[in-house]
């Protein structure tokens, strides 16, 4: 659905993305993960079409992006932002409704399959009760949900996330992830940023790792995440061990607290 | 105090659910104002004669012989056109002001952020002071309004984009130019002619004619249809760049469009009346206080307040003493308390 290949891109005269090739079907969940600096951002910013990289070719459903118009790409993928400031105290509802812009002619009056859409999305989410609020005063998880609900009205093949859990509570954190596995599972490729790498190991079918600069790896995370890549990228600073049948990454060196250990 | 404000928000909820209703009854309200408004004055004339010398000029089939020709003189040839251009310099400063704060993502924003008013007060300075010039001081005031937004615009833009920051930024340092310029201009203007450019830039409607509105009518009427069209890109775009885009709204071209639209509605209004203040930045407020924060209703809502609040304004400067007050300040004496209030009952919710 989404394919990368053999992507550069260099900002100031240095290097971040170097010779990236990956693909995400549909219904899968691919986590994008990375240290700080690793380039994320950048390549997410590539296939969205914010910037336009130096090297390479970007496809959705096997048309070139370079080719579409801003229009065209909103109605192929759907971006959801790390944060969201809104000025204007906006309804839940009618930002939900936005989403719907791409598939809107002429003065942009939304339809009653508009107004469906929009309705069908917040069930999807969970977050029906809350249609009237004005999205400023909602917490950061409900924030979050309905940005992804405006995604999923958007109605396209694919939804990009940027960190969609970096700013969230641990109960929304899973609320968030579970939220977008039940929509991959259901046909929408997903392209989601992560600093966590657990979050990743847990909940997603397959990841892109990058370093600096380029590709680490890729593949299935329960295969992918080993000892020796989390050394790659993080320095040391991590173990891999095993609950259940999943990987969960622990900071290296972990002991019970010291007072306690003393016997205090 | 608090209470107050949490109780008026509850009435005002019934308009949010009817908007058209809403807008029907705003409509109505400017009309019967207008009609007030213009039997107000050194001499009075009640309503329902205005409204029937106002129809017996716009409709062909009755010439009003039977009304006097003093009323005549009174209604059709000072006060409509006065009444009408307070109407339009409501539409154009409110609009263009709704437009700039859903543009820039910041209801503190006014339509004078990007220097239209400072360019076009060295404008009406120039023209004041250099009377043979070949240009009008309306003409003046509208070129070189246009001139600092251009110019703010040029240095904002780098690589095809317009971030916001550098555009307030560089919004300021046109304006602060052309502030000096004005500066310069009252420094060595002559009495007489310092008198003048004071009063102009403080706004007023005191030579209104329908020269004037025959001028400003276009602008006002079509500027304010494409805006409103846009309203709907509006919402999207006060998301911010990358969400726009996202959304399939290009927010370069867009923000292009309205941006220039409102300046030069903008620039309509300050050329032909001066500098009148506060109309831009508290209007839109009020609108969204009453319709909630759709820009599809926002904008004919400011219109239609930005309109209502003008007439008033103006009624207020011309007979509330002796002489004409520059109404410029009474739209600031009354919209200051204002925002006050908003500010205060806004730390609930707006």
């Known amino acids: 659905m989404l394919k990368v290949e053999n992507l550069y891109h260099a900002f100031n005269r240095r290097t971040i993305l170097e010779d990236i090739n990956f693909s995400v079907e549909k219904g899968q969940l691919c986590g994008l993960f990375g240290p700080n600096g690793s380039g994320k951002t950048t390549l997410f910013q590539c296939c ?3 910037i336009r990289p130096d090297k390479g070719m970007i496809r959705f459903l096997d048309k070139d992006i370079r080719k579409l118009t801003i229009r065209e790409t909103a109605q192929h993928v759907a971006y959801v932002p790390q944060h969201h400031t809104q000025p204007f105290p906006f309804q839940v509802e009618e930002m939900v409704l936005m989403g719907r812009t791409p598939h809107m002619r002429g003065f942009y009056k939304p339809a009653k399959k508009d107004q469906a859409a929009a309705r069908t999305a917040m069930e999807r989410v969970g977050i029906s009760n809350l249609a009237r609020e004005p999205f400023d005063i909602l917490s950061g998880g409900q924030q979050q949900l309905v940005l992804i609900a405006r995604a999923i009205a958007q109605g396209t093949d694919m939804i990009f996330l940027d960190e969609p859990t970096s700013a969230l509570d641990f109960r929304n954190q899973t609320l968030v992830w579970k939220a977008l596995r039940q929509i991959a599972d259901q046909g929408t490729g997903i392209l989601a ?46 173990e891999v061990s095993h609950a259940m049948d999943l990987k969960i990454i622990l900071p290296s060196g972990l002991t019970r607290h010291p007072a306690e250990a003393a016997g205090c | 105090m608090k209470l107050n404000g949490k109780a008026l928000l509850l009435k005002l909820d019934f308009l949010k659910q009817n908007k058209t209703a809403g807008l029907t009854g705003l409509a109505l309200l400017v009309a019967g104002t207008a009609c007030f408004c213009m039997g107000t004055g050194a001499k009075y004339i009640p309503a329902a004669m205005v409204g029937k010398t106002i129809f017996s000029h716009i409709s062909g089939f009755w010439d009003g012989s039977d009304i006097s020709p003093l009323y005549h003189t009174i209604i059709w040839k000072i006060r409509t056109p006065r009444a009408l251009l307070a109407i339009m310099t409501g539409v154009c400063l ?30 009406a300075a120039l023209g004041i002071m250099f009377p043979s010039f070949f240009m009008s001081v309306q003409m003046l005031a509208f070129a070189f309004a246009f001139l ?55 706004g007023g409607f005191y030579y209104a004619g329908w020269t004037d509105v025959s001028l400003m009518l276009p602008v006002a009427l ?44 903008t620039a309509a ?12 930045l508290m209007i839109p407020h009020a609108a969204r206080l009453i319709f909630g924060p759709d820009h599809r209703v926002v904008l004919p809502a400011s219109a239609l307040l930005g309109a209502l609040y003008l007439l008033i ?38």
């Open chain 2, 269 to 280: 209004a300050v050329s032909s009346v001066g500098i009148i203040p506060w109309v831009g």
């Open chain 2, 148 to 202: 600092a937004v251009g110019l703010a615009y040029t240095m904002a833009r780098t690589r095809g984009e317009t971030p916001l920051v550098n555009l307030i930024l560089s919004g300021i340092i046109t304006g602060s130019i052309f502030t000096a310029l004005v500066g310069i201009v009252k420094y060595l203007a002559r009495d007489e002619a310092l008198r003048e450019i004071v009063f102009w830039l403080m």
């Open chain 1, 48 to 50: 969205l079409g914010f």
């Open chain 2, 222 to 265: 079509v500027g304010f249809l494409i805006l409103w069209s846009h309203g709907w890109k509006l919402n999207i775009l006060s998301m911010g760049d990358k969400e726009a885009r996202a959304l399939g709204i290009d927010p370069e071209k867009n923000k292009f469009i309205l941006i220039s639209l409102s300046t030069l509605m």
């Open chain 2, 313 to 350: 304004c103006d009624t207020i400067a011309r007979t509330l003493t002796q002489t004409e007050i520059p109404v410029g300040i009474i739209t600031s004496l009354i919209g200051a308390p204002y925002l006050f209030f908003l500010v205060r009952t806004r730390g609930q919710r707006m």
């Open chain 1, 193 to 238: 940023c992560s600093h966590d790498p657990n979050h990743v190991a847990w909940f997603c079918d397959t990841t892109v790792v990058l370093g600096s600069p380029g590709l680490v790896a890729k593949g299935d995370p329960s295969k992918v995440f080993s000892q020796q890549l989390m050394d790659e990228i993080y320095k040391g600073a991590c």
């Open chain 2, 94 to 123: 409110a609009s263009s002001g709704a437009v700039f704060q859903g543009c820039f993502k910041n209801p503190l924003v006014e339509p004078y952020i990007l220097g239209t008013s400072s360019g076009a007060a060295f404008g």
